[in-house]
């Protein structure tokens, strides 16, 4: 896939670098969030850029951000890795989880410095939070798998070890992926957490690698799709005869597109007793972590309650419109 850049803005302009962009809820959501966030004249744009592009594609989109004044960030996904590794001497700042993480999710400006930030540790916090039981890790004796080996998941395991979470941590994280490169790139970076937690990778190349991975795992332990399978790519990283964890905490990335893990996991929820989420409330999270860094404002509180009941207003009509939110 070729890379188009976008023309000199001529308005305060957000973009969202990502794979399949103009399918995003955010292109019809944005304009809301902005009319109530009193963000005047602001509009988003996307930069679709292929999976694993030439690293130059990266520098170009961050360059020409950098250089034009109405341009005035973005929000990355897919690329989050491949941009930090592509273009972080572009950047003036890159903050902690930037560095510690080795992406960037967020491009954002103070004058003419340009910043760099991971938001991936603290919007899969906050969703986590949203789903996971209270001292779900102490009193269930769960572990985590987690299939994918990028930002998403990378951010996820460090959040589930915080040190401050004490002793509700899961036993054990099990991280799969089809590359062996990104499964080695994932270990040296988690390796650098102190942590009592027991990381495993384990190569999974096919569904059906994945499929035995999962059978291994106890009653109530955290599954979750990080592979991007079944939104910018078709399928899922299980196989139909995959069997789910009893009480398990399944979690679905996507929030769009397919969603094959999804319907696997809805499946086998009477039977498993499983509590099966999607993306929706990363999603929310994600954005509006990301909106707060470009435009300099904050959304906490009240007001990101009304951002959520906004969307959420937006994913019904869809739904009932049989449109994909």
Known sequence: MRMKLPEKAVRPTMYFIGVTTGQSSIMNLFPLWAEELGLKDAQIKGIDIGIHADPELYRQAVDFIKRDPLSLGALVTTHKIDLYHAAKDLFDTLDDYADMFEEVSSISKNGESLAGHAKDPISSGLSLEAFVPARHWETSKGQA????????????????????????VPERIIITNRSQQRLHAAEQLLGRIETPVKFEYRLCPEPLDNDRVLAEMPPGSLIVNATGLGKDRPGSPLTDHAEFPMNGLVWELNYRGELDFKHQALSQQAGKQLRVEDGWIYFIHGWTQVIAEVFHTSIEGERFERLERIAMELRNASNQEGGKS
């Open 145 to 168: 798998m987690i299939m994918g080996a990028g930002g998403s998941a990378l951010a996820i395991a460090g959040y589930l070890t915080k040190r401050d979470h004490g002793s509700n």
